[in-house]
């Protein structure tokens, strides 16, 4: 037994549902959350230059490798190779096996301490994510409606 099942008149519903079809609707969540990745990016070197001018050239907007449609924003490790120890700290350090640490500080003498202190955490990435969270938001929705 078999059924045939023959629709008319899809033509134009087809056209209208065209952009938030698939390959459509990939393209339009791409440029949406690209703006979105864009203006955040732009907060975060806003925050960024208070703190280290370096680490804000190092802030980076690129396309994620998976959950695509999707853009990432992060930092160039070669650029700002101390972009983690910033944002989640340092505990107190020291050498393992030798007595104390030798280096040249900022006036040009010597220095050997036996422990180094820390430096507390600042979650900078987190203050500019909730505070422009809904920019971003915002941004999105309105480059989707742009393009449609």
């Known amino acids: 037994m078999s059924a045939l099942i023959e629709v008319r008149g899809v033509g134009p519903i087809r056209r209208a549902l065209r952009p938030w079809l698939e390959p459509e609707l990939d393209k339009e969540l791409d440029a949406a959350t690209k703006a979105s990745a864009q203006l955040y990016a732009r907060e975060l070197r806003k925050e960024l230059r ?3 001018k370096r680490m804000a050239r190092a802030v980076r907007v690129r396309r994620a490798k998976r959950d695509r449609p999707g853009w990432v924003v992060g930092s160039r490790r ?13 505990r107190s350090h020291g050498p393992r096996k030798a007595k104390s640490l030798y280096f040249y500080g900022k006036d040009g003498q010597t220095h050997r301490p036996a422990r180094v202190r820390g430096v507390r ?17 915002a941004e999105a929705d309105k480059q989707l409606a742009k393009n449609t």
């Not at 650029?79 to 910033?86: E, G, L, N, S, T």
């Not at 955490?121 to 938001?137: D, K, L, Q, T, W």
């Open 50 to 52: 208070g703190v280290s």
């Open 78 to 90: 070669k650029v700002a190779f101390f972009w983690p120890f910033v944002i989640g700290g340092t």
């Open 121 to 137: 955490p600042n979650p900078i990435v987190e203050r500019v994510a909730s505070r422009s969270e809904g920019r971003a938001m």
